[in-house]
Each structure stands twice: as structure tokens, then as C-alpha cells.
């Protein structure tokens, strides 16, 4: 059988099954499995439990050997004795948040060709439809050289403990490919530094600051309540149209409203920490110890390259460095926080730029909290794996598309041998459904085309086995 005819008996078994396969995917999609660390008897929580059982029950109904390794990650494969191709996927979502319009997240809905849920971009419609390429290659019979084991784990999101853990209690595979980011291939993933810039003094002003709630995401919404010094009186019509003010007895409350965004690309949101700073700013309201602190977050967010933290850099190969300050709150001392989010540049020294940030955050009457590092991960774009899984891709696509560096944070940091693979990016028609800030993974409407995970699965299962004759 030449590739294009093997290719075309994939179409056909997958147009067969992929409604079966939504159905399945939409089961899913119900299980709130936002990872939690908290909860007895399950590693992350009875939700990513369930959803780990949840799939182990279904690859066992298509004849598959399963085993978890501990209750963390799901393996399935026709035979789990021998090590060879890794596939990754995640079953943990990233928290739903507000302001869902067509559906509750936890409630699919299909609107047109769309599957709209959380997690249904990310990642667990490509976790569904990388069982079924397992279900498919069985069925048609096709052998690979090297076996293939579908890895899904459940603490992606939050800690990708999950995998770490995988890494120090199992053997290795020959190559892993991570499905969760876009076509053709990511050969690189910028390094995660997340911090704390932490006041030196207690904010006296403030009675409330908060925003966010996740590491990586640029949050949509932000609140200040502050106790105005002595005869301030406020600038109200400085603030800015984001910003409401609202009077609680003595005290104002500011709130702003941004623009939510992956933390990797924060250039594409409206920080709403970014505008009320500001508008704290402007407000007049403030004493002088915690405008200090307000001005050097405001400038700290003032870009998305980490410029006030002296820690821009960008090349090519390496790639963007860039910086969001993603949550902010204060804390039991009334001292304010701001939890950063940067994704530096391949070849940036984290240990440098934590120097240099704990520098300029001290000269600001701040310190430096809480730092931790996450290395990037870079196979060279021009090696045999890379390249054939991209050239594969685009004879099939008909794309013409190069391998890429992302800022993203998939498993394939954490594991060895390791690209990212799919299963989105693909084009798709023009649609009004989802206004900015909406449609996307870990944002609110988050919607998966069905159509596109459709092609989506021929071309993967055609990239394995291009990649499976490579190693
Ligand atoms: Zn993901």
C-alpha cells in the first residue's frame, strides 16, 4: 500500500468514527478535572481521577492493556512490556472562569461544527483522538517497528508533577511526541521562570488588592479597595474607561477589566493588573509608600519583555523573552504581591536573570519570592525526527508550514527524546462566533473545530509512522 492510499483508508475509518469519537470526547468534557492537591486517595483530585478512569475504561473496551502509574498517568497500548514511541496528551484543565456565553464550561455544547467546553481544545479532544489513531492502526492492522503507548496524564496545567514523576520511575522511550500544541512540529519551548515580587512594607492603603487565578494566565479582571489617606480626594476622570470606581463607605473600590490571554503570548491580552496599577496611579488616592510599590508593578507590566526587570532579550533560534505579571494579591502582612509569568529565550541563563531581577526589585522596595525555574527544551530543528514529521505533515496538508519555538509549556519540557506534535493549528473558516478573548484554550467559550481534529488525526497517525522508520 503506497502512503497516500494508506492515508486515504485512515479518512475513511475515521469519518466511520468520529461521531462516535465526539460522543465519547463530550463524556469527557463533563468532568471538571481541574487538578488539586488536596483531596485524599487521588493524586489530583477526584475529577482527574475520574477522568483517568474514565479513558482507562474506554481503551480497555477497544481491547487495549492499561496500567496507571500511580493514579498520575494513564498508559495504554497493545502491549505496555515494551518501551518504544511515547504519545502525550493531558486530562486536567485549567480552571473554567467566568463570563462562558454559549454553555457552562463543564456542560458541551456543539454549535454548528464547533464542540464548545473546557478542555476541548486543551487537550482533551486530541487525547480522545489520539486513542482512536491507537484503535484505528489496530484495527487496519498496520504494525509499527517501534510500540506505541498513549501516555495521559492529569497535572499538565497546574504542576506537571505528574510527568516529572513519570520520568523518575519509568524507563525511557526512544522518542516522545506530545500532541498538545499546533502543526507541524514545536522543536523548542521557551524556559518558565514564575516569582513573586513581594513589597518590603505592608501596603497601610490597602484593604484589598487581587487578580488573577492562574500562573499563567493574564487576567481580564482586577480589584483594589483602598482606604484614602486623609483629605485625598479622587481623580476620577483620569482612570481610564476599564476602570469602574465605586464608594464602600469610606473606602473605593477600583475594579478593571482587561483582556484574557495565555500567559505565552501576554502581548495578546490587556493585562487588567497593568490598568489598575495605572489607574491606582492616577487615582490619588494612595500613600506614598504604596504608590512606590504600585509604580514599579505598573512599570514591571508596562511591557511584555520584562524591559523594568532588565531581562529582555531576543533572537531568532532562542526566541521572545517575554514577561506578564499574571496574579497579584496581598498577603497576610498587607504586604502586595505580584506573581510573574516569563518565558525566556533558549539560551537565556535563568540563574543571570534571577540575579538581575532580585537587583532591580530590591531598589524598588521589593523582594524577590518564591523562584522557580522550569529549563526549556530544544531538539535541533534540522534533526531526522523534525524533519520528517514536517515534511510528512505538509504533503498530507497541503501546507506548506516550518518547524516552530514556542512559549508554551508542554509535557515535552519534562520528558526526554521529546518534540511537540499537533493536533492544532490547522486552518479554519472565518467565524463570529467567538469575540476576542474568547474560542480559545484557557479562555472563556473555549471551542473546539471539529472538522480540524478530524484532518487532524490522518495527519498524526501519518507522522508516527514517518517518524516510527526515523528511530
Ligand atoms: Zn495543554
Known amino acids: 500500500m503506497t502512503d497516500t492510499e494508506l492515508f486515504e483508508r485512515f479518512t475513511g475509518w475515521i469519518d466511520v468514527h468520529f461521531e462516535e469519537l465526539t460522543k465519547e470526547l463530550e463524556k469527557l468534557v463533563r468532568m471538571p478535572s481541574v487538578s488539586r492537591y488536596d483531596e485524599k486517595d487521588a493524586p489530583y483530585g477526584r475529577e482527574c481521577l475520574r477522568a483517568l ?37 493531558h486530562l486536567d484543565v485549567v480552571p ?24 476541548t481544545n486543551d487537550n482533551k479532544g486530541p487525547a480522545v483522538a489520539c486513542l482512536y489513531i491507537l484503535k484505528m ?6 504494525r509499527t517497528r517501534n510500540p506505541v503507548r498513549l501516555c495521559l496524564g492529569t497535572d499538565e496545567e497546574k504542576g506537571m508533577s505528574d510527568v516529572q514523576y513519570y520520568v523518575r520511575t519509568q524507563p525511557e522511550d526512544k522518542l516522545n511526541l506530545v500532541a498538545d500544541c499546533g502543526f507541524p512540529v514545536c522543536y523548542a519551548e521557551k524556559g518558565i521562570l514564575e516569582a513573586e515580587i513581594v513589597s518590603d512594607e505592608p501596603c497601610a492603603c490597602l484593604e484589598e488588592f487581587r487578580a488573577g487565578m492562574a500562573g499563567n494566565i493574564v487576567p481580564d479582571r482586577a480589584e483594589m479597595l483602598i482606604r484614602p489617606t486623609e483629605g485625598a480626594c479622587l481623580h476620577k476622570e483620569e482612570l481610564g474607561e476599564n476602570v469602574s470606581t465605586n464608594a464602600e463607605g469610606r473606602l473605593v473600590r477600583l475594579t478593571a477589566t482587561g483582556l484574557a490571554a495565555h500567559s505565552a503570548h501576554p502581548e495578546s491580552g490587556v493585562n487588567a493588573i497593568r490598568l489598575l496599577t495605572g489607574a491606582a496611579l492616577k487615582s490619588g488616592l494612595l500613600d506614598g509608600g504604596t504608590r512606590r510599590v504600585a ?21 531568532e533560534v532562542g526566541g521572545v523573552t517575554t514577561c506578564a505579571g499574571t496574579m497579584a494579591f496581598l498577603d497576610a502582612d498587607r504586604r502586595a504581591r505580584l506573581h510573574l509569568n516569563i518565558r525566556f529565550n533558549v539560551r537565556s541563563d535563568a540563574k543571570q536573570m534571577i540575579a538581575e531581577m532580585e537587583r532591580i526589585s530590591g ?31 505538509n504533503r498530507f496538508s497541503g501546507l506548506e508550514k516550518k518547524a516552530y519555538l514556542m512559549g ?62 526515523e528511530i
Open 363 to 393: 531598589e524598588n522596595g521589593c523582594s524577590l519570592q518564591n523562584v522557580s525555574v522550569s529549563e526549556p527544551n530544544y531538539c535541533p530543528p534540522d534533526s531526522p525526527v523534525v524533519t520528517k514529521l514536517t515534511d510528512t505533515f
Open 408 to 469: 508554551g509549556g508542554t509535557y515535552a519540557r519534562k520528558l526526554p527524546n521529546a518534540v511537540g506534535f499537533g493536533m492544532g493549528g490547522l486552518p479554519k473558516p472565518e467565524t463570529d462566533l467567538f469575540p476576542e478573548g474568547h474560542g480559545g484554550a484557557h479562555q472563556k467559550d473555549e471551542a473546539l473545530y471539529l472538522p480540524n481534529l478530524k484532518k487532524a488525526m490522518a495527519l498524526f497517525a501519518m507522522g508516527l509512522l514517518a517518524a516510527d522508520k
Open 53 to 89: 478512569e474514565f479513558m482507562r475504561f474506554l481503551a480497555e473496551s477497544f481491547g487495549f492493556q492499561t496500567s496507571t502509574v500511580d493514579d498520575r498517568v494513564l498508559e495504554i497500548s497493545e502491549d505496555l512490556s515494551k518501551r518504544g514511541i511515547g504519545v502525550w496528551c
Open 96 to 119: 473554567a472562569g467566568e463570563g462562558w456565553t454559549y454553555t457552562r464550561p463543564f456542560e458541551p455544547l456543539r454549535l454548528g461544527d464547533y464542540l464548545i467546553g473546557r478542555g
Open 137 to 142: 492502526l489496530k484495527e487496519l492492522g498496520i
Open 295 to 315: 509604580a514599579f508593578f505598573d512599570r514591571v507590566n508596562e511591557d511584555c519583555l520584562g524591559t523594568a526587570l532588565g531581562i529582555a532579550c531576543s533572537d
